[in-house]
């Protein structure tokens, strides 16, 4: 059975921002440590190109909306290059095979008499694609989200009866391990607790869009197309792309790691959907925070937008994915802030692990023949290798619960112990005296293989930093042995040579 992790599919209405950044970088996290520990990954990520805001972005630039689309996609497809993205799955939902997934879905959900036509009145947000409470009942009240004005709407909709799944998503959401963080699943609880109404899946304003069938001024809701993109991404690249392909070869999603702000279409409508056409639902939605700068909401017209961009070509990818990682408390809200960024990389790339590489790599070539010294016997008492296997169990046991900045602390935490261990025992004074030689080459074969370790252990987390600790220690990681086997202490091969060593990873300067 396939594991399936998924990222939202991103609106085309502009080029990534840093919150894009942020979802992609950690399944790409996720899906590398699913892979190291022997699982059948399918690492789905994409674009979901219609809808009246794509379409209004297209009119702004002069363009046909396709043509739109394929230019953002392709920016999207860069970028994810550039982020050394692993995703295995690149759907669009402009695509044909994404076309007939959506047609067979719908005549399945039609099948179970849960299409109906009705009357939509009500506020709509263009930004967010949604019908929206408005207290004021005001043509001038904002989207909280989007910060713009709501949108009247009142047209002829195809309707989904969601209303008919209330006891079923009530027991879903009820689930302890469907729904995270505990107060995403507690705000969904709170909004299905007020009773679930049918929504429409159908507009009549919107050209750029897939036509419902038989329905010739009907073209699909955004979200009821879009969420299918899970779907047919599964089988999309394959000839005769099917709905029964897609769910023969690993449906359902292990895991949608989205946005809080869209909790409600993967969590509530989507299981409803995928029920009503015999499909199952999801095994989890997990719900991250928003990105915020120095405390403050990005924003164009606040002018603190960051670029991803410019912070890859600046500080390069592993800092970034670093801070975003070990920093955020995944669930939680993020904070961006400049020093702390630069004091983080330093603190914890460039000198815990990075100086802690450079300067035993040093001190083994310069004593042992620029090798890994030869030791023939280890003693029993070895407080690095006890320390190392608690932290081996710990980070697969806070990877295994998504807890990323856990576990890259747990990494982190290694480092610091390495060091203590290695200025507590201070081979540089006993390497004076040459009765104190056995114990030296002890001493500086630990460090050497607790940060063998320590570069296993981050191999999902910054796979390039991780490829440069490897490099420098003789490029000893063998990709046809499992993982978890290389994690066992004691597999630094004595008397191997040691490269020169050169820096894995530059201070930052804060500017």
Known sequence: MSFIITTPLYYVNDKPHLGSVYTTIICDAIARYKRLVGEDVIFITGVDEHGLKIQRTANEKGVEPKIHCDEISEIFNVSWGNWNISFDKFIR?????????????????????????????????????????????SSTYKCPIHQKNLEWKNEENLFFRLSKYQEQIERIINEPSFIEPLERRNEIINFVSRGLKDFSISRTNVSWGIQVPDFDKHTFYVWFDALLGYVSAI?????????????????????????????????????????????????????????????????????????????ISKYGNDPVRWYLIKDISLGSDGDFQDKRFVDIINNDLANTIGNLLNRTS?????????????????????????????????YIQKFNIYKLDLAANVVLNLAIN???????????????????????????????????????????????????????????????????????WGLLISNSCLPKPTPIINKLEYE
């Open 362 to 394: 040093s001190m083994s070539r310069k004593w042992f023949d620029n090798k890994v010294p030869n030791i023939e016997k280890i003693s029993s008492e070895n407080k690095l290798e006890n320390f190392a296997k608690i932290a081996v169990e710990n």
């Open 93 to 137: 939902t402009s695509s044909k095979n994404h076309e007939l997934i959506v047609n067979e879905f719908y005549e399945r959900v039609k099948a179970s008499d849960d299409i109906y036509m009705g009357l939509q009145k009500g506020w709509y947000c263009v930004g967010c694609e949604e019908f929206k409470d408005n207290p004021e009942n």
């Open 235 to 311: 089988s999309s690249d394959e000839k005769g792309c099917s709905l029964e392909k897609s769910i023969n070869r690993g449906w359902p999603a292990n895991i949608h790691l989205i946005g809080k702000d869209i909790l409600r279409f993967h969590a509530v409508y989507w299981p409803a959907m995928l029920i009503s056409a015999g499909m199952r639902v999801p095994k989890k939605v997990l719900g991250h925070g928003f990105l915020t700068r120095e405390g403050q909401k990005m924003g164009k017209s606040l002018g603190n937008v960051l670029d991803p961009d410019l912070l």
């Open 418 to 488: 390495t060091n203590l261990y290695l200025n507590e025992n201070q081979p540089w004074m006993l390497i004076k005296e040459k009765n104190n030689l056995p114990i030296v080459k002890e001493i500086i074969y630990n460090v050497l293989e607790s940060t063998r370790i320590i570069g296993l252990l981050l191999l999902p987390l910054l796979p390039e930093l991780s490829s440069k600790i490897n490099d420098q220690l003789g490029s000893i990681y063998k990709k046809e042995i499992p993982w978890e086997q290389q994690l066992r």
